[in-house]
């Protein structure tokens, strides 16, 4: 007898003492069992009937029938059905004595079975403590035997090794008792077995191994066996574990359909995530999150990617996308409880914490929920008791999307957000959140007055971007949240997608006015948030908004010449004309119709204004942006000439700030470029450079930086002082005044007194400094106009910049002194021919008499030439258009009847030449300038206009004119 057969006689002998002493504990204490009616364990009873020695031998003797039994006869009998030569066995196997052992090993398997199930299958499952300690330390052991003997194949089997099927129901009893987690480890432990058990145990543990997943608790039982060490030392999940666990999860039980194992293994991993039923350990929620990202990242090829995604998002998107009633009718026999979306959110941000950032998979994950997101963001936002973290959560998952996918995704993402596509979110009164058909949006509108504004504004609260009139999104949240997430070209697409959008809405005729309002409230915001910075500047690439300005100001320009050419189309006459009776207007009494003739051509400045702004912050935000580099300038350039001249006070301004701006640039790029050609002395070279920095400063918004750069440009172009030599003003280049000129002509439109004043003088210094030429220039933009405006009939701000031409040309003739007869044949002709054109203002007229006056006053050598021309058209001026005072109206209505317009200063632009400021400069300058040949003739006028004009002023000046007459006729006697 060898070693062997002495060990295997021991391990019999152990198991019939271990069947013996089962039999006597499960008999002796039955009775007290029965009476301990919830009291103490039955193997709480048997531990104090037995001693720590005995327990000790019992666990002895379980280790003798394992190992010198069991497991020797195993490993005596696997090889048999083994693919790989195992080299812990002798490599001639002894087959005649495997029937032998087989038969040994299979009664001892049935002996240690029958210790769990002393009645038999129908039987409960013991609970003395020999049985605790089998399942306890020998659970593995007991289950590779079973498998091995019980699951034999047919093909495998014979009469001397046939299969054990009496062992098969009493493994599953043990398999549908133990918990998962325990299952799950021993089955582990089974396939770890060195030496490797036979192909036949390894498949069934496989198949036993899915099965226990699809229990209830079988994924956190995963779980548990393969993370219970990083649970109890608080250390992070190993990639290999993690990859692991990731495998058996993905991979369904042979003879289960995957439909069928991923509904419910699915809901199981996301349960881990999801805090509503407790915190799971870290090492659960890491490895739930691994799973679940391999599944659903259609980066990897996953087999059921497409059906897991469907799963999955129908749990964690289905509270965000349905409202209770829809989600409850798509799914009616899930059996998993639906998630709320307050469960929800804090599922995805474990999820999305716990997972590697992949743009792909946060894609997938959040990118169908961004509109539903915002929307309950926006709504909590709006609540002041809303739960901070709440919103702070939000704002991490869309902050986390917006950061990693890209830029096309953001664009729809957000631009789904615009179109209100999130839906419509409640909060009840314990804080919980959940979408809703509709809501009912209240009303600010009723209880917002202008006292309510001064109370605010008194208070400190008044904002100006709240959003009064309930627009969703709300234009400043959004610029928040698309500012928050730092990227320009995003931000740059979208704001060129609204612009055209806005531009479409203006030009609709069934245009929705909120929609308008809130496209234009998202430019303004965007534009006043987005607009600096560097990664996140929406204005980064111009060449995406220039279109939008160059059809604003189009859109402006048709317009506003739409009037006009119907006025062109009046000339004629028409049947209308004809009518003896006016035609009378059935709704001329309307009040809101009073203003529909002139408020017609403004209908779209509100367009034209954002243009203009978005042209100024564009012009602001690139300063290397010019006609050279962006060919579409030269057309929004040529567009902006008559935008100057429209009637909106809004616009006007912008309009000339926009072009002096594009003025300056070309001519800062055109400097540039001539530098770099040619070299010249140091004096050029400080000049270029002066004229460069003055450039720079008259681009700048701030009001004083840009009256410096004009006085820049006004110290480049004024005569030098008599200790500078001659050189100094020929060092500015000839090619650059006609730059400079323009740049003094626009800045003396400026409404800003400031920089008016500094234009003026700029233009006199030029006039100074270089002489005829300039002043021919001026001439004719007060003579001519600019020439692009309209000049029939002259408009208010081809007005203005004519009469503030004027001033300049006023110092001019100050500054000539007695030098002014020089300068008499390009001023005097221009003057005289301004003064006599009757389809001009009459203010203009009034100008050019005292521009004379002033030339008489300075120098009256220069008016010789021209006195006779002069005189008499001052003395026929005052012949027709005297006015002779009228008798005392009797009546109001006879007041108001009186023809011609109230006064000049009411009505600037009108041409009526009965005005007493015109007959006034005429008397100015006949007083100024007098000659012997007209004084007979002088006489009698003054003296008809002294005792007949209405005019108060008027009759006194033609008093004070005929006594100087007499005055000069007694001098000339006495002489």
């Known amino acids: 007898m060898t070693l062997e057969d002495v060990q295997l006689e021991t391990a019999k002998e152990a198991l019939t003492l271990l069947e013996r002493l089962q039999h006597l504990l499960t008999e002796g204490l039955a009775d007290e069992h029965s009476h301990s009616q919830g009291g103490k364990s039955t193997t709480d009873d048997e531990t104090s009937s037995l001693g720590a020695r005995d327990l000790s031998q019992i666990r002895t003797l379980f280790s003798i029938v394992f190992k010198w039994g069991v497991d020797a006869l195993l490993s005596k009998v696997a090889p048999v059905w083994s693919t790989k030569p195992s080299t812990r066995v002798p490599k001639i196997i002894d087959l005649t004595a495997t029937p032998q052992d087989y038969g040994s090993l299979s009664a001892m398997a049935t002996q240690v079975m029958a210790l769990l199930f002393p009645s038999g299958i129908s039987g409960a499952l013991s609970q003395t403590y ?264 939000i704002r991490g998952l869309l902050t986390t999307w917006g950061r990693v996918v890209s830029n096309a995704e953001i664009v729809d993402g957000f631009w789904s957000i615009i179109l209100g596509e999130g839906g419509h979110w409640s909060v009840d009164v314990a804080g919980g959140v959940q979408r809703v058909a509709s809501i009912e949006q209240p009303s600010n509108l009723a209880l917002f007055t202008p006292e309510d504004i001064q109370r605010a504004e008194d208070d400190g609260e008044l904002d100006i971007d709240a959003n009064i009139f309930n627009l969703y999104p709300d234009p400043g949240r959004f610029t928040r949240l698309l500012s928050l997430l730092d990227r320009g070209e995003a931000a740059s697409e979208i704001f060129t997608r609204l612009l055209d959008r806005y531009r479409e809405l203006k030009t609709a005729k069934d245009k929705d006015p909120m929609q308008t309002l809130l496209y234009l409230q998202l430019i ?83 367009m034209t204004v954002t243009a203009l702004n978005l042209l100024l912050a564009i012009l602001e935000s690139s300063p290397s942006l010019s006609a050279r580099s962006a060919p579409i300038l030269n057309e929004i350039f040529s567009l902006l000439e008559s935008v100057t001249h429209s009637e909106s006070e809004t616009i006007r301004p912008l309009a000339r700030e926009a072009r002096m701006v594009m003025t300056v640039r070309l001519a800062s790029t055109s400097t540039a470029q001539d530098s770099r050609r040619t070299s010249g002395t140091s004096e050029e070279e400080d000049a270029r450079g002066t004229y460069q920095k003055a450039l720079k400063l008259l681009q700048d918004p701030i009001l004083p930086v840009r009256a410096h750069g004009l006085l820049l440009l006004r110290q480049l172009v004024s005569r030098p002082s008599p200790n500078q030599p001659a050189a100094v003003t020929s060092t500015t280049n000839s090619a650059l005044l006609p730059a400079i000129l323009d740049i003094f002509l626009q800045s003396a439109q400026d409404d800003d007194s400031y920089i008016f004043l500094n234009a003026v003088q700029g233009l006199s210094a030029m006039v100074e400094g270089f002489g005829k030429d300039v002043l021919r220039g001026l001439i004719d933009v007060y003579a001519k106009g600019s020439g692009d405006g309209p000049t029939n009939p002259l408009s208010q701000s081809e007005l203005d910049t004519r009469l503030r031409v004027g001033e300049a040309l006023e110092q001019v003739i100050r500054r000539c002194g007695d030098a002014l007869p020089d300068y008499g044949g390009i001023l005097v002709p221009a003057l005289f021919q301004v003064f006599r054109a009757r389809s001009l203002p009459t203010t203009l007229q009034t100008s050019a008499l005292s521009l004379l006056g002033q030339c008489a006053k300075t120098s009256v050598l220069a008016l010789l030439p021209f006195a006779s021309d002069l005189c008499s058209g001052v003395i026929d001026l005052l012949q027709l258009e005297n006015v002779p005072m009228a008798p005392p109206a009797k009546s109001a209505d006879e007041e108001s009847g009186s023809s011609g317009p109230s006064s000049m200063d009411a009505q600037p632009t009108s041409t009526y030449s009965k005005f007493p400021p015109f007959r006034r400069a005429a008397l100015h300058f006949f007083t100024l300038f007098l000659r012997a040949s007209l004084v007979q003739r002088a006489k009698v006028t003054l003296g008809y206009v002294a005792a007949s004009d209405q005019d108060d002023v008027v009759r006194v000046m033609a008093r004070e004119a005929n006594e100087d007459l007499g005055d000069l006729e007694r001098l000339i006697v006495g002489l």
């Open 130 to 393: 020999i049985s605790v300690t089998l399942l306890n330390h020998h659970t593995s052991e007991l289950l590779l035997v079973c498998l091995t003997l019980g699951w034999l194949p047919r093909a495998l089997s014979s009469e001397v090794t046939p299969t054990l099927d009496g062992i098969r129901p009493l493994t599953m009893r043990i398999l549908n008792t133990l918990p998962p987690d325990e299952v799950i480890s021993t089955l582990g432990a089974v396939l770890s077995t060195k030496p490797t058990p036979p192909p036949h145990v390894r498949k069934t543990c496989s198949l036993f191994l899915g099965r226990q997943l699809m229990r209830p608790e079988g994924v956190k039982g995963l779980f548990s066996a393969l993370f219970s060490a990083e649970v109890l030392s608080e250390s992070d999940a190993p990639l290999e574990k993690l990859e692991h666990a990731s495998r058996v999860l993905c991979a369904p039980p042979a003879g289960v359909k995957p439909e069928d194992y991923f509904q419910q293994i699915v809901p199981r991993i996301i349960d881990v995530l999801s805090p509503r039923n407790g915190s799971s350990p870290s090492s659960y929620i890491r490895a739930a999150a691994f799973c679940l990202s391999r599944m659903i990242s259609p980066s990897r090829d996953f087999p059921y990617f497409v059906l897991v995604s469907q799963l999955s998002f129908q749990i964690l998107h289905g509270p965000f996308l349905d409202t209770p009633a829809e989600g409850l009718q798509s799914d009616p026999d899930d059996s998993q409880p639906r998630l709320t979306p307050a469960d929800a959110l804090s599922t995805l941000v474990v999820l999305i914490t716990n997972t590697d950032p992949s743009p792909t998979l946060i894609s997938s994950i959040l990118g169908p929920i961004v509109p539903s997101l915002y929307a309950l963001l926006d709504h909590l936002e709006g609540r002041k008791t809303s739960d901070p973290e709440v919103k702070e959560s």
């Open 524 to 606: 303004l915001q965007m534009q006043s948030h987005l607009s600096s910075g560097i990664s996140s500047n929406i204005l980064g690439k111009p060449e995406q908004a220039l279109p939008f300005v160059k059809h604003a100001l189009e859109t402006a320009v048709l317009t506003t010449a739409a009037p006009q050419a119907t006025n062109r189309q009046r000339v004629g006459l028409r049947m209308e004309d004809l009518r003896i009776v006016a035609e009378m207007d059935d709704q001329a009494d309307d009040s809101d119709d009073e203003e529909t003739g002139s408020g017609a051509p403004l209908q779209d400045d509100e």
